[in-house]
């Protein structure tokens, strides 16, 4: 088989197999191969929800989806071109998500009836014409694997093991990649281990990979061509957005020359937050697991109450036990950063999928007048960002602020050009301003404690043991002035507003709204808010190609909107809205800006395809045959 | 600040708003006169509360102070401690913020050992929501949302600290400073969780309710003021505990010639955890009502743990532009 250079200069590669399979390890090292022959890429882990689910099973199948192109490659991919299925489970449930032609790699040795029946399959699906419209390459990968390691002395079940390094040989070679950088991985990975570990698997990688070049297969395998990919130039690493947003964090103390001490409480998929930043103590970052959501919050209140950047993080359901210490943050005038890296709800709902469901909550969700900022990260390397302008501004203003992320920023993975530390602006903090032990009034120094500064109305930040401001604060209404409880109702009609205007105030700190692609007037605009960008980007961009006069708008501030942002979007005849939810931020527009959207939304726990909004940007497009003519 | 604080330092200029004859304004009382006597620094001191009359505290003490949300001091406390060790942080909370919706974080901050004071003003009552029955109630307590009587059975928060691992457990009566106010600086010099159950006296809504022990003139007969190494005696020296070998348990003995002789009255340990167990469930109205320190065995602080075990010391020594280029890196040109 000749070379394939894809059409669209891009290929979507999956992995499956068995969670014990080494899928993920596969994965990840196709990826790092990826990178360094240049192209682009974007990968997704899917794991299965069960810890331990039995061998063998649908739901215990692990997969990762890699897209990798000579072009800008902006998500995971919506179909697999090739499918590497390790077992027959493993096939069953991807295979409805190929496309006719692909490309079937299948692991025969595990083709056996017992396995069929683990995963109710009622026949060899490589018997009943399944398959029949794909390309389907069988090999004895496990065989094949044993037969490589067997001069190396392993175990029987270290030298299954190696099957996963057998299959990354010869997908290397499909892809025409050194196996010299995953040798060196290797080598670091296995130090510890014994000896005959890593020269198992470096004989595994190596059979994969000549046995796919062995002349008589390879006219069955074929090879792709995918070149490098037009990037700035710079340094790239590849990160997730969990660890992308822990970074930020600690940029974020760094920036501040303030300690973040992060407070969090276990639950999927927030917790690799929290796994990161305990390994980033030497950033000045502490982590404490606290009792549950609500000690989180609190403990992260506390702790910037006494001068530490106080950072918490969950999903929804953590998020709702915080609401309470949350408006505390607000009312007492304190810093703090509330991660939440969105799942599928309502209640426990989907813990592993991914949606961008709780807006509302964040905007909307506490109760009393309790309006807070709201940044939503795009991706996983603007992760980093995000969580840096998140802290600035709570810094700032001195209130809480609600950072947004979800599941699949979470895990997804891609480039990402590796910021210069020097081009932020560090964070600055609020300082006393004004006389406190002045004598002529004894209310001084509590005037001291709560004089905000006028642009932002953040007020100064004092902690305790700072000398001569001994002060009180808390959750009653306090006088606007010096901060004493207070019950006047003029007094609360005037912190009420000034509350609402703090927000408003950061709209005077952040950028307009900029046009992604396309014009800044038109027919159509798809905005988009979170993690939908990647897949509306590669949306708008064909679109385009095919001569839709079609623009990109992506929010990056849902409260307060930048200020532009109305008259910008009156100039489109029509805003396309892609969401994963019900129609959260088509609320937020309607309410804020008066503007009604063309809504599509999608709460199937799994992120758009390019398609689906491709096709909507088709039919929504003014003039275009609507779907129901 | 050069001359030595007194009590009146301690005291903001807000107007104290519990209701008069409150048990409260005794223990705020004993409170600022407590700091005064140790030199406290009010600047490096913090009360934290949680909602409660109880928790109106820290407004009415001239320190930092922070009133938070009910039940959730402990956490506060804890956040706040951790950011800065060297701060000395007291909790305020009632039977109700610490024992019903604040039962989880006080169990935490118990068994965590932070360097901190728990002080719980135990009135057996919601006080600030106007008199319901609380977790402390005993059983039968009439109140507008039991009117027969409620009907679960009381928790006792002595045992529930010394069951959550709690190192230092004393109890004290508001009004008896003379008591108290060492109670409150062995609390303060103590490094972990100081425990001190406070028996507070809500005159509005559960009036007298420990007047058992607490009334002056009976208190010599049905109190007993536990210290270390000294015998358990009350009634004037004349009765006392003994362990009874038998059945295990604490009984009141007659001290004399021709009683019990002194040296077989038990010596209190303020160490022996079984003992403490002991003394603080002893039934009440029958024995004499503990008091004082009943329990002390120091281990490390949670604070100081945090601190130790943290990879740099709290200290930022490396740089997120270094940390940002760890792992696989390629250049594109
Ligand atoms: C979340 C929440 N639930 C309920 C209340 C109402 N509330 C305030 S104080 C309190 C009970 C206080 O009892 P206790 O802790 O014993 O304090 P006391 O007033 O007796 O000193 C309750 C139920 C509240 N403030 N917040
Ligand atoms: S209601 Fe009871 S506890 Fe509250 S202030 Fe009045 S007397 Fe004190
Ligand atoms: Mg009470």
């Given at each position: 088989?000749?070379?394939?250079?894809?059409?669209?200069?891009?290929?979507?590669?999956?992995?499956?197999?068995?969670?014990?399979?080494?899928?993920?390890?596969?994965?990840?090292?196709?990826?790092?191969?990826?990178?360094?022959?240049?192209?682009?890429?974007?990968?997704?882990?899917?794991?299965?929800?069960?810890?331990?689910?039995?061998?063998?099973?649908?739901?215990?199948?692990?997969?990762?989806?890699?897209?990798?192109?000579?072009?800008?490659?902006?998500?995971?991919?919506?179909?697999?071109?090739?499918?590497?299925?390790?077992?027959?489970?493993?096939?069953?449930?991807?295979?409805?998500?190929?496309?006719?032609?692909?490309?079937?790699?299948?692991?025969?040795?595990?083709?056996?009836?017992?396995?069929?029946?683990?995963?109710?399959?009622?026949?060899?699906?490589?018997?009943?014409?399944?398959?029949?419209?794909?390309?389907?390459?069988?090999?004895?990968?496990?065989?094949?694997?044993?037969?490589?390691?067997?001069?190396?002395?392993?175990?029987?079940?270290?030298?299954?093991?190696?099957?996963?390094?057998?299959?990354?040989?010869?997908?290397?070679?499909?892809?025409?990649?050194?196996?010299?950088?995953?040798?060196?991985?290797?080598?670091?990975?296995?130090?510890?281990?014994?000896?005959?570990?890593?020269?198992?698997?470096?004989?595994?990688?190596?059979?994969?990979?000549?046995?796919?070049?062995?002349?008589?297969?390879?006219?069955?395998?074929?090879?792709?061509?995918?070149?490098?990919?037009?990037?700035?130039?710079?340094?790239?690493?590849?990160?997730?957005?969990?660890?992308?947003?822990?970074?930020?964090?600690?940029?974020?103390?760094?920036?501040?020359?303030?300690?973040?001490?992060?407070?969090?409480?276990?639950?999927?998929?927030?917790?690799?937050?929290?796994?990161?930043?305990?390994?980033?103590?030497?950033?000045?970052?502490?982590?404490?697991?606290?009792?549950?959501?609500?000690?989180?919050?609190?403990?992260?209140?506390?702790?910037?109450?006494?001068?530490?950047?106080?950072?918490?993080?969950?999903?929804?359901?953590?998020?709702?036990?915080?609401?309470?210490?949350?408006?505390?943050?607000?009312?007492?005038?304190?810093?703090?950063?509330?991660?939440?890296?969105?799942?599928?709800?309502?209640?426990?709902?989907?813990?592993?999928?991914?949606?961008?469901?709780?807006?509302?909550?964040?905007?909307?969700?506490?109760?009393?007048?309790?309006?807070?900022?709201?940044?939503?990260?795009?991706?996983?390397?603007?992760?980093?960002?995000?969580?840096?302008?998140?802290?600035?501004?709570?810094?700032?203003?001195?209130?809480?602020?609600?950072?947004?992320?979800?599941?699949?920023?979470?895990n997804a993975a891609g480039p990402w050009e590796l910021p210069n530390m020097d081009d932020y602006e560090p964070i600055l903090?609020?300082?006393?301003?004004?006389?406190?032990?002045?004598?002529?009034?004894?209310?001084?120094?509590?005037?001291?404690?709560?004089?905000?500064?006028?642009?932002?109305?953040?007020?100064?930040?004092?902690?305790?043991?700072?000398?001569?401001?001994?002060?009180?604060?808390?959750?009653?209404?306090?006088?606007?002035?010096?901060?004493?409880?207070?019950?006047?109702?003029?007094?609360?009609?005037?912190?009420?507003?000034?509350?609402?205007?703090?927000?408003?105030?950061?709209?005077?700190?952040?950028?307009?709204?900029?046009?992604?692609?396309?014009?800044?007037?038109?027919?159509?605009?798809?905005?988009?808010?979170?993690?939908?960008?990647?897949?509306?980007?590669?949306?708008?961009?064909?679109?385009?190609?095919?001569?839709?006069?079609?623009?990109?708008?992506?929010?990056?501030?849902?409260?307060?909107?930048?200020?532009?942002?109305?008259?910008?979007?009156?100039?489109?005849?029509?805003?396309?809205?892609?969401?994963?939810?019900?129609?959260?931020?088509?609320?937020?527009?309607?309410?804020?800006?008066?503007?009604?959207?063309?809504?599509?939304?999608?709460?199937?726990?799994?992120?758009?395809?390019?398609?689906?909004?491709?096709?909507?940007?088709?039919?929504?497009?003014?003039?275009?045959?609507?779907?129901?003519? | 600040?050069?001359?030595?604080?007194?009590?009146?330092?301690?005291?903001?200029?807000?107007?104290?708003?519990?209701?008069?004859?409150?048990?409260d304004y005794a223990i705020l009382k004993c409170m600022q006169k407590t700091l005064a006597d140790v030199e406290a620094d009010?600047?490096?001191?913090?009360?934290?509360?949680?909602?409660?009359?109880?928790?109106?505290?820290?407004?009415?003490?001239?320190?930092?102070?922070?009133?938070?949300?009910?039940?959730?001091?402990?956490?506060?406390?804890?956040?706040?401690?951790?950011?800065?060790?060297?701060?000395?942080?007291?909790?305020?909370?009632?039977?109700?913020?610490?024992?019903?919706?604040?039962?989880?974080?006080?169990?935490?901050?118990?068994?965590?050992?932070?360097?901190?004071?728990?002080?719980?003003?135990?009135?057996?009552?919601?006080?600030?929501?106007?008199?319901?029955?609380?977790?402390?109630?005993?059983?039968?307590?009439?109140?507008?949302?039991?009117?027969?009587?409620?009907?679960?059975?009381?928790?006792?928060?002595?045992?529930?600290?010394?069951?959550?691992?709690?190192?230092?457990?004393?109890?004290?009566?508001?009004?008896?400073?003379?008591?108290?106010?060492?109670?409150?600086?062995?609390?303060?010099?103590?490094?972990?969780?100081a425990f001190v159950e406070i028996f507070q006296n809500c005159i509005v809504y559960n009036k007298d309710r420990f007047e058992?022990?607490?009334?002056?003139?009976?208190?010599?007969?049905?109190?007993?003021?536990?210290?270390?190494?000294?015998?358990?005696?009350?009634?004037?020296?004349?009765?006392?505990?003994?362990?009874?070998?038998?059945?295990?348990?604490?009984?009141?003995?007659?001290?004399?010639?021709?009683?019990?002789?002194?040296?077989?009255?038990?010596?209190?340990?303020?160490?022996?955890?079984?003992?403490?167990?002991?003394?603080?469930?002893?039934?009440?109205?029958?024995?004499?009502?503990?008091?004082?320190?009943?329990?002390?065995?120091?281990?490390?602080?949670?604070?100081?743990?945090?601190?130790?075990?943290?990879?740099?010391?709290?200290?930022?020594?490396?740089?997120?532009?270094?940390?940002?280029?760890?792992?696989?890196?390629?250049?594109?040109?």
């Open positions: 088989m000749s070379k394939i250079t894809p059409e669209n200069q891009s290929i979507v590669v999956r992995f499956a197999g068995d969670s014990g399979d080494g899928v993920q390890l596969l994965g990840g090292q196709f990826a790092e191969s990826t990178a360094l022959a240049g192209a682009d890429f974007s990968t997704f882990p899917d794991f299965p929800a069960e810890i331990r689910a039995p061998v063998g099973t649908t739901f215990g199948v692990s997969a990762f989806q890699i897209n990798l192109g000579a072009r800008r490659i902006s998500t995971a991919g919506d179909q697999p071109d090739v499918l590497v299925a390790l077992n027959p489970a493993a096939l069953k449930v991807n295979l409805p998500t190929l496309p006719k032609g692909a490309v079937i790699i299948l692991n025969t040795d595990a083709f056996t009836d017992r396995n069929f029946s683990k995963a109710n399959i009622a026949a060899d699906p490589r018997q009943t014409g399944e398959l029949d419209d794909y390309q389907v390459i069988e090999i004895a990968i496990s065989t094949q694997t044993l037969e490589a390691v067997k001069p190396h002395g392993l175990s029987k079940s270290d030298a299954e093991q190696c099957k996963n390094f057998w299959s990354l040989g010869a997908v290397l070679w499909m892809f025409g990649r050194d196996r010299e950088p995953i040798i060196n991985w290797a080598t670091k990975k296995f130090s510890r281990k014994p000896a005959e570990i890593l020269v198992g698997n470096v004989a595994a990688l190596n059979a994969g990979h000549a046995y796919a070049e062995t002349a008589e297969l390879s006219a069955e395998i074929p090879q792709f061509v995918i070149g490098e990919a037009p990037m700035e130039a710079g340094e790239y690493r590849s990160i997730t957005g969990a660890e992308a947003l822990s970074l930020g964090l600690a940029a974020a103390g760094e920036l501040a020359g303030r300690e973040v001490m992060f407070c969090g409480y276990p639950i999927t998929p927030a917790s690799s937050i929290l796994h990161h930043l305990s390994r980033m103590g030497d950033l000045g970052v502490s982590t404490f697991q606290a009792e549950d959501e609500i000690a989180a919050c609190c403990a992260a209140i506390g702790a910037s109450y006494g001068g530490a950047i106080g950072v918490t993080s969950s999903s929804g359901p953590g998020i709702a036990l915080k609401t309470e210490a949350i408006g505390l943050g607000m009312a007492a005038e304190l810093p703090l950063v509330i991660v939440n890296s969105q799942r599928g709800g309502p209640s426990t709902g989907l813990p592993t999928k991914t949606e961008q469901s709780d807006l509302y909550q964040s905007v909307y969700g506490r109760n009393a007048d309790a309006p807070l900022p709201v940044v939503a990260a795009a991706g996983p390397g603007d992760c980093f960002d995000a969580a840096i302008e998140a802290t600035r501004v709570a810094l700032r203003h001195m209130t809480p602020v609600f950072l947004l992320t979800d599941g699949y920023i979470a903090t609020n300082a006393v301003n004004g006389d406190a032990a002045n004598g002529d009034d004894p209310t001084a120094l509590k005037k001291t404690i709560w004089n905000r500064d006028p642009s932002s109305l953040g007020r100064p930040w004092v902690a305790p043991g700072a000398s001569g401001l001994a002060h009180r604060i808390g959750g009653l209404e306090k006088d606007i002035e010096t901060g004493d409880i207070s019950y006047d109702a003029a007094n609360h009609q005037a912190m009420s507003e000034l509350r609402a205007r703090k927000v408003a105030a950061v709209a005077d700190f952040i950028p307009d709204q900029e046009v992604e692609q396309g014009n800044s007037k038109g027919p159509l605009a798809v905005v988009g808010w979170g993690s939908t960008h990647g897949a509306i980007w590669r949306a708008v961009q064909m679109a385009r190609d095919e001569g839709l006069d079609v623009a990109q708008i992506h929010l990056r501030w849902l409260s307060p909107l930048p200020k532009n942002l109305g008259r910008l979007l009156s100039d489109y005849d029509r805003v396309l809205l892609p969401e994963m939810n019900m129609g959260q931020c088509a609320t937020l527009l309607r309410d804020k800006l008066g503007l009604n959207v063309v809504q599509l939304n999608k709460v199937s726990g799994q992120p758009f395809k390019i398609t689906e909004i491709l096709n909507a940007i088709r039919e929504n497009y003014p003039g275009a045959k609507q779907a129901a003519e | 600040m050069n001359k030595p604080l007194t009590a009146k330092d301690f005291a903001t200029d807000q107007e104290v708003r519990w209701c008069p004859g409150c048990g009010p600047d490096k001191t913090v009360f934290v509360s949680g909602i409660g009359c109880s928790s109106r505290f820290p407004y009415y003490m001239n320190s930092y102070g922070f009133h938070t949300i009910h039940g959730r001091a402990p956490a506060f406390a804890t956040g706040l401690k951790l950011a800065n060790p060297e701060l000395d942080v007291w909790i305020v909370t009632g039977d109700g913020d610490g024992l019903s919706i604040g039962g989880n974080h006080l169990l935490h901050v118990l068994r965590r050992n932070l360097d901190t004071q728990v002080l719980l003003f135990n009135n057996e009552i919601y006080g600030l929501t106007k008199g319901q029955y609380s977790p402390t109630s005993r059983v039968g307590t009439r109140s507008p949302s039991t009117p027969s009587g409620s009907i679960d059975a009381p928790v006792s928060p002595g045992a529930f600290a010394l069951g959550a691992n709690a190192r230092f457990i004393a109890r004290g009566i508001d009004t008896d400073a003379k008591n108290l106010s060492p109670v409150l600086k062995a609390a303060r010099e103590f490094k972990g969780a058992d022990f607490v009334a002056k003139k009976t208190a010599a007969d049905t109190q007993i003021h536990c210290e270390h190494g000294k015998p358990l005696l009350f009634a004037k020296g004349a009765k006392g505990l003994k362990l009874n070998a038998a059945t295990l348990k604490l009984e009141i003995v007659d001290v004399g010639e021709n009683a019990t002789p002194v040296e077989d009255v038990l010596v209190h340990d303020e160490t022996n955890r079984v003992l403490a167990q002991m003394l603080l469930t002893l039934p009440m109205g029958e024995f004499p009502m503990p008091l004082g320190v009943i329990y002390r065995e120091p281990a490390q602080s949670f604070d100081d743990a945090f601190s130790q075990h943290h990879p740099s010391g709290r200290k930022r020594t490396g740089k997120v532009a270094d940390a940002l280029r760890k792992g696989s890196v390629w250049k594109k040109s």
